[in-house]
């Protein structure tokens, strides 16, 4: 069974930081592009980064490059999102899920990122 589980999440001040992690397991990790996403309240679910089964390629929208850092760890199973700089539009419940950018399978529980001071 592919499960996710995404923490690090948490109420944290404007222009503060904050790195997610996400543990998937029940499926080969190493073999998988991975993507994080978020949802604001009231939003749509939209792409934040992506990285590549190796790890050697990312992508970001243009609207998240330069604050956020996606990586990953194929022997812990885990990706993370290191996020600076964060503002108060930021706050949205954040997701991992497999694919480049193109969501594939189960979702996870997602945790929640608070900005606000």
């Known amino acids: 069974q592919v499960q996710f589980v995404e923490s690090g999440g948490g109420l944290v001040q404007p222009g503060g930081s904050l790195r997610l992690s996400c543990a998937g397991s029940?499926?080969?990790?190493?073999?998988?592009?991975m993507s994080w996403y978020r949802q604001a309240p009231g939003k749509e679910r939209e792409l934040v980064a992506a990285?590549?089964?190796?790890?050697?390629?990312?992508n970001y929208p243009d609207s998240m490059k330069g604050r956020f850092t996606i990586s990953r760890d194929n022997a812990k199973n885990t990706v993370y999102l290191q996020m600076n700089s964060l503002k108060p539009e930021d706050t949205a419940v954040y997701y991992c899920?497999?694919?480049?950018?193109?969501?594939?399978?189960?979702w996870g529980q997602g945790t929640r990122v608070t900005v606000s001071s």
């Open positions: 899920i497999r694919g480049f950018g193109v969501p594939f399978g189960s």
């Open positions: 990285i590549s089964s190796s790890g050697s390629n990312t």
């Open positions: 029940g499926f080969a990790f190493r073999l998988h592009a």
